[in-house]
Structure formats: structure tokens, C-alpha cells
């Protein structure tokens, strides 16, 4: 079965600095990758997905990650964090045919102003 | 638009009494249907998933239950809970069509405290 590892379980930034955050999964083939997003008090919602084609995939406020296929890996960047990126971050995998996704452990991210 | 549904947003229940926690979707027809548990630090966990009326895919086994008694309702039960079913559940929806892209929409969630 697939699994997903999230590197940092608690990430804190300050206001501008860089943000990357590590997401490795375990699957021989091909598949789906996501990273989804909760803010406090609110529900999860999707942040970006890589289905093919270019590995670097953009989605809402500035974030972006990029498909390593040789090392299992999809890492969630932001060159320059804001207060209200302050949020709880997953990562997950859908292997292609499959109906479930699954997710990382999530790693909570606090950015001080 | 699509929207997702779930209720109660809050619960406390005592131990060994029953639950029952309901997820409605409008706006699509035949969407894949999914039961998640989120608890602090293990992130989210699949439950259960359904792709049709009284399908019912089970990922692990528990002292939950789930039906799908219409296309676009998806209930969580149990007849007797147990301390370890409080948590945080999320239901979650993708359209049927697409559900290959694993984008999934989520509820509100519901918070359950089994005292």
C-alpha cells in the first residue's frame, strides 16, 4: 500500500522568509500528488495537484512544488511567507486508477509577524 | 456549485451509546463518497469510501460503520462508541467521472467527544 511522509511535523517562520516543505511518498507507479490546506477554523481545501506533464506546478498564494519522480518527492515552496499562511498542511498521493487518496501526517506551519 | 453538508458540527456522546453523523453533496450526481478521521499529528485517515448506492469500501477495521442509503448520502455509525471513536470526522466528495484525479472536496467536519 502507498504511504506518504511529511518531514516536519511543526515548521516557524518569520514574515518574508522562504518556506519549503517536504512530502516523500512510497509507490512503484504512476500518480496523482496534492498538497491541500487548512487554515484555522476552516475546512481543508486544495492547494495545488501535479497530474503530468511540468514537474513545477503553481497553485493559490504564491506556492508552488515540484515532482521529483526519481525521489519519490514533491516538496511545497514559497519563496516569501505571509502571517496568514499560517495553516496546516497535508500532502497526498492517488495512484492512478485508484479511488483513495492518502494523506501525509500534515505539518502545521506558524508564521510570526 | 457543488456544496458538501455534515452534521452535527459538534457532538458529545457517552460511551457505548449510538452515533450517528450524516454528509449530504448537492450540485453533482454519482460522486464518490468518503468517511476521513483527522486527529492531531496522524493527519487523515481513510475510514471508509463508496462510489455508489450501498457500496461501501472499508480501509480499516473499527467500530464504525457507513451506508449510503441515496446517491448523494453518506452516513457514519456506530452502535456502541468507544472513548478512542472521539476524533475530528471529515466528509468528502469527487465526482465519480473524474474520481481518478483525487481531487477531493471536504465538509465542515464534525467533532466528536465520547465521554
Known amino acids: 500500500a502507498q504511504s506518504v511522509s511529511q518531514h516536519n511535523h511543526h515548521v516557524i517562520l518569520s514574515e518574508a522568509a522562504s518556506l519549503e516543505l517536504g512530502c516523500n511518498y512510497s509507490?512503484?507507479?504512476?500518480?496523482?500528488l496534492f498538497w491541500y490546506v487548512q487554515y484555522p477554523g476552516q475546512h481543508l481545501q486544495l492547494l495545488l495537484k501535479y497530474f503530468s506533464g511540468d514537474p513545477l506546478v503553481k497553485g493559490i498564494k504564491g506556492f508552488e512544488a515540484e515532482f521529483i519522480k526519481s525521489k519519490f518527492s514533491f516538496n511545497l515552496r514559497k519563496p516569501s511567507v505571509q502571517w496568514s499562511d499560517t495553516a496546516e498542511y497535508f500532502c497526498a498521493v492517488m495512484p492512478r486508477g485508484y479511488s483513495t487518496l492518502t494523506f501525509g501526517k500534515g505539518t502545521m506551519l506558524l508564521v510570526s509577524p | 456549485s457543488q456544496t458538501i453538508h455534515q452534521w452535527p458540527a459538534t457532538l458529545v456522546q457517552p460511551v457505548g451509546s449510538p452515533l450517528s453523523l450524516e454528509c449530504t453533496v448537492e450540485?453533482?450526481?454519482?460522486?464518490?463518497l468518503y468517511w476521513y478521521r483527522q486527529a492531531a499529528g496522524r493527519g487523515l485517515q481513510l475510514l471508509f469510501y463508496s462510489v455508489g448506492i450501498g457500496q461501501i469500501s472499508s480501509e480499516v477495521p473499527q467500530n464504525l460503520s457507513a451506508s449510503r442509503p441515496q446517491d448523494r448520502q453518506f452516513i457514519l455509525s456506530s452502535k456502541k462508541l468507544l472513548l478512542s471513536d472521539s476524533g475530528f470526522y471529515l466528509c468528502a466528495w469527487t465526482s465519480g467521472v473524474y474520481s481518478n484525479t483525487g481531487e477531493l472536496f471536504f465538509g465542515e467536519g464534525s467533532r466528536l467527544t465520547v465521554l
Open positions: 509507490y512503484g507507479g504512476t500518480v496523482n
Open positions: 450540485g453533482t450526481s454519482n460522486p464518490n
